[in-house]
Structures are given as structure tokens and as C-alpha cells.
């Protein structure tokens, strides 16, 4: 009976600590914003909901999508491998937008009351860390 309780108790607590180290979208609100003088686009996924706004001024509602089960589950394995807590702390790998040849973006995650957002970089060229998930959040726009 010790061994059966030893043997629960094990499995029990490893699977919460597993589910503990994941980042849960279903939470999680992402917004990815890019713009120049004259262009402006910003995504936002909350409960498998997309919604792309290209008014700068938000006079504009944007129409909420709802995401194919493929895309969310796609989505969902690229947000468990991001660092949240390093976001703010990656390299931009190009400087384009510095003379206006790419516009400038930026990645904000609101997640369990806590926002993280990294430093600009350059509208398609994000940082090595969280280059999939931007190219699958940037694919919303082009389906539109």
C-alpha cells in the first residue's frame, strides 16, 4: 500500500510540475505591432481569436477571427518553448529601420497579469528566439 501511494504521489507531482514550466496561450494575450510613416499593423490573439488592425488612430474596430485548430496547436508549441522573462532583453539581428528600411516592430505578451515586451526590431527579421511564432502571428495578416 506504501509502494501504491509512493508510486501516485511520484506521477501526480511530476505531472503538475511539468504543466507548471509551460507557458498556457490560452491565458496569454499576444500583440504584435509594426509601423512606419505610412503603415501600421497590429495582430492580437486572445482565446484562439485573431484580429488585425491596420488604423493607427484604434477609430477602426478590427473583426475577431477565430484560429483553424492546426494553426492554435502550431501556435501553442511555439509559445511553451518562449523565455517570456528574456523578451525584453533580445538582439534585433538587422537595423533596417534604422533608415527606414523595414519598419519598426515589437512582440508584447500579456501573461498572468505581467506584460513582456521586447525592444524593437525590424518588421521580418525578429529575433532567432522567437522567429516562429512572429512568422505564424504575421500569417494571420496575409490570410486577410
Not at 42 to 65: F, H, L, N
Not at 103 to 129: M, N, R, S, W
Request: glycine content about 2%; aromatic content about 10%.
Amino acid at each position: 500500500m506504501k509502494l501504491f501511494t509512493m508510486i501516485l504521489l511520484s506521477v501526480f507531482l511530476s505531472k503538475s510540475c511539468k504543466s507548471q514550466t509551460k507557458n498556457d496561450l490560452e491565458t496569454a494575450v499576444l500583440e504584435y505591432t509594426a509601423n512606419t510613416r505610412g503603415f501600421y499593423q497590429k495582430i492580437t490573439i486572445q482565446d484562439q481569436m485573431v484580429s488585425v488592425s491596420k488604423d493607427r488612430s484604434g477609430a477602426e474596430k478590427p473583426v475577431a477571427t477565430k484560429i483553424s485548430d492546426k494553426d492554435w496547436k502550431e501556435l501553442v508549441a511555439y509559445f511553451e518553448t518562449i523565455n517570456l522573462d528574456s523578451l525584453p532583453t533580445l538582439k534585433a539581428p538587422t537595423q533596417k529601420r534604422f533608415h527606414d528600411g523595414a519598419a519598426i516592430a515589437d512582440l508584447k505578451v500579456t501573461y498572468k497579469d505581467k506584460t513582456y515586451q521586447t525592444e524593437a526590431f525590424d518588421h521580418g527579421y525578429p529575433p532567432e528566439a522567437i522567429k516562429k511564432i512572429v512568422v505564424k502571428i504575421n500569417s494571420f495578416a496575409k490570410k486577410e
